[in-house]
DNA sequence: GTGAAAGCGCTAACAC
DNA sequence: GTGTTAGCGCTTTCAC
């Protein structure tokens, strides 16, 4: 039979609201009674039910976590170190992939409330404007992580793509290339700052756009890239280095070259992003630009627990800063 | 504000007890009243607390799934299709990450219990047995997902690791190979199974097993694999194929061939096992043993399911068959 | 300092 | 067929 409050309130000896002022440490309580309760509900190992006191209008302590797709490892990376660090501070996840459908977003969010999850966190993807906008209307405590709506007051944790993009591309400059093709996913705000920060690094480089090297791409599989980069490298306009807007379409555009015999890093540097596992299995490894997922989980966490908390109404944008991994697939202009 | 089952009830000029009857479609309502009932509840977009209902013994439709670790891409592509097809059924998922460690495992357990989740699906590794013992003892709703307890009445879903090792084997041996090693992790029930289903196989093809070609893990990383293969192929007894037990340890295997200058396929065939996106990235690529992911993560959900609403007592333990992927990795013997 | 009473939103017996 | 009553386990006035 499991315990509640009025069993612990008869085995002290007062009654259960004490019992469960001690509880929530509110109100006046003798510090000898509250001693004495405190003991009794460790001797039972007494546990208060959530869903009573959720009831009552307190936390469920659980969040959501909404993400286009669990088995993406970038957001797997991410459902793990916000689960972890929500498990510290007590908060447990709910998981739920949209695939990026609106109707399943609303859906999701719609099931959650009522089941009174104190909060959301949204990752990459979001489609449904109505839904995200009434919730924001409504100071529903949510935090965008690696998502950014600009025009919308709401928190984000996000890395820093056009810086990301500028250091990609200086870190190709620096190795003497000057042709420098890019690879970018379509119609993302990543993959448009990661452009730009491309765009900025050349031009303080003194090199002029090409824009028949900025090749975009809507359907970010490792195949659709190596159509897109074998028709690049097979233009009058090859060029000598390519940054990939992601690991997946750096490897699309490593396969590209393999199949048309040209080596790399000898002929052709390829630089990632994400710094994603598989970096380091493919041949030769990938250099590619980090962002630290890890702590923009955390943080993603951090900032949602503290609005559910505190009630703080503080909506805060945290960009954080990427890292340059250089391993084997970006080398020195090879001049011939 | 909230609507509650009363404003609905006063709406539709009948008591609140109606209004959950229909809802719950229990007792005798008549056409017309559930009619209008439903229309208002339809208009209203009334939800039903699902809290509330809870406390009253209900079912929260939540369930928790618990994994070593959410960044592994098998874990994430199990997370993945549990909770999509949880969906389809009404039921969300909390993920809890336990990092194998017995401590996390029972807290989790005991706050989720507390949270009055309806069930678990415990994945691949779970160390505590006291926990897990008296969770089946109470007869809580638990599934293990690609993890055995043969001797706990517990229902269970996993692949066919015995049938996995022998095809795998089979393979290599239909190539003409006839010193073939196998890679296994160490002191789990799966890997023991795959060592067994590679004996037999070796055995019906009347090959004597050679225990110095049986290599154990116990730390399943590339890393780990490639340090135990460039042993073996450095033995005097090199193997012409090497069966990876899963494709972690066949992608160690592979980097610590290309490391010694063996070529894969033409000097060493490699099959890995689990056919994870990592098969397609390597080169050359992977074959491997594909288990039925999608399949298993579905089937367990189901199975939870109906052990949560139909409080049917029934157990079941079913065990999905693998598949051979060929890819670029094993090729016929090449005799010199 | 402490407790009695009311009520969160829902459901289950039982009466009518 | 439908409503009344009681209560799930907790928190919160408010009185003592």
Redesign the interface.
């Known amino acids: 039979m499991k315990l509640t409050i009025h069993d612990i309130a008869k085995e002290a000896g007062v009654s259960a609201t004490t019992v469960s002022k001690v509880i929530n440490n509110k109100g006046r309580i003798s510090e000898k009674t509250k001693n004495k309760i405190m003991q009794i509900i460790e001797e039972f190992q007494y ?6 006191s ?2 009552k209008g307190k936390s ?3 969040i ?1 976590l909404l993400i286009p ?5 970038i957001y ?2 991410y ?2 170190h916000i ?2 660090y929500g ?1 510290e501070l007590g908060f ?6 949209t695939g990026g459908d609106p109707k ?1 977003e609303a859906k ?1 969010i ?3 409330r ?3 999850v104190d909060g959301f966190i949204i990752a990459s993807i979001f489609k449904n404007e109505p839904v995200l906008k009434q919730l924001i209307e409504e100071e529903f405590p949510i935090v965008l992580i690696s998502l950014q709506r600009p025009e919308l007051p709401v928190g984000s944790v996000t890395g820093d793509d056009y810086l990301g993009g500028y250091i990609a591309t200086e870190h190709l400059l620096s190795l003497g290339h000057r042709k420098i093709g890019i690879i970018a996913e379509e119609a993302t705000i990543s993959g448009t700052e990661r452009i730009k920060g491309y765009k900025k690094a050349l031009e303080n480089a003194g090199i002029k756009v090409d824009e028949n090297l900025v090749i975009t791409i809507n359907e970010p599989t ?1 195949e659709g890239a190596e159509v897109k980069a074998k028709e690049l490298l097979n233009s009058g306009q090859r060029p000598t280095a390519i940054f990939g807007c992601n690991d997946i379409l750096a ?1 699309g555009t490593m396969l590209a070259a ?1 199949g048309l015999g040209i080596g790399i890093p000898d002929e052709l540097s390829i630089i990632g992003f994400d710094n994603t ?2 970096c ?4 030769p490894q990938l250099s590619s630009v980090a962002i630290p997922i890890h702590e923009m989980g955390k943080q993603a966490m951090e900032l949602l627990a503290q609005r559910i908390q505190k009630k703080d109404n503080m909506k805060q944008r945290i960009s954080l800063l990427p890292e340059l991994v250089i391993r084997q697939s970006t080398a020195e202009l090879n001049e011939k």
Chains 1, 2 share one sequence.
């Open positions: 546990q208060p039910n959530v869903l009573a959720a009831l469920t302590y659980t959501a797709d669990a088995a993406n490892p797997a990376q459902l793990k689960e972890e498990q447990s996840v709910v998981m739920c992939s399943k999701h719609t099931l959650l009522q089941k009174h490792i490897i393999k596992v598989m380091k299995i493919v041949e």
